[in-house]
């Protein structure tokens, strides 16, 4: 079922909120969790515990702040600052 806030969570700013990797082309990725230390248009840095990681958007879907909305990285390919202002369909 289609919610309002399941829009806010793709509209927010995603740096310095808990991130966590539902699926990915790459299984060893898929499970990991981390602090969004950095986003550009293709990437979203974690910080995972010591380590720094950098995903590529296109190849995972993941929540934050362990919401129950995974989000395709795929359809977010655009800069953070352009992001936060689009008006996304309600799949």
Known sequence: ????????????SWIGRSLSIAS?????????????VNETRNTIALLEGDKHLVLNKASIAFTVDN?????????????????????????
């Open 24 to 36: 990915s082309t790459d299984p060893t990725l898929t499970g990991r969790q981390g602090i969004v």
């Open 1 to 12: 079922m289609w919610r309002c806030d399941d829009m806010n969570v793709h509209n927010q």
């Open 67 to 91: 919401s129950d909305v995974v989000i395709q990285g795929a359809l977010v390919g655009q800069r953070p600052e352009d992001r936060i202002h689009r008006t996304y369909r309600k799949a």
